[in-house]
Nanobody, 115 residues
């Protein structure tokens, strides 16, 4: 059974940085893309960033220029480097791996940015 294990969340002051990691418990084949979503209290889950199997990255406008997504396909691991964090970035962050037949989700990691 595939599990996505996330780490790296925590409490940071505005302007600070955090790096999230997400690793699959077993090797996953036919990956189309890996990415990150987030959900703030009282809000819907929103897409944050993604990277295709070919290495093409894309970002939500709200994080563009501050967040960087990267991946290690051989290790089925995806990272999210978050710089210049703002209080509005506070949310539970979820990693996501999409294959040709299934979508995998992590359990979520809390990121709290204090002002």
């Amino acid at each position: 059974q595939v599990q996505l294990v996330e780490s790296g969340g925590g409490l940071v002051q505005a302007g600070g940085s955090l790096r999230l990691s997400c690793a699959a418990s077993v090797s996953i084949s036919s990956i189309n893309s890996m990415g990150w979503y987030r959900q703030a209290p009282g809000k819907q889950r929103e897409w944050v960033a993604g990277v295709s199997s070919g290495g093409i990255t894309d970002y939500a406008d709200s994080v563009k220029g501050r967040f960087t997504i990267s991946s290690d396909n051989a290790k089925n691991t995806v990272y999210l480097q978050m710089n210049s964090l703002k209080p509005e970035d506070t949310a539970v962050y979820y990693c996501h791996i999409a294959t040709t037949v299934y979508n995998y989700w992590g359990q979520g990691t809390q990121v709290t940015v204090s002002s």
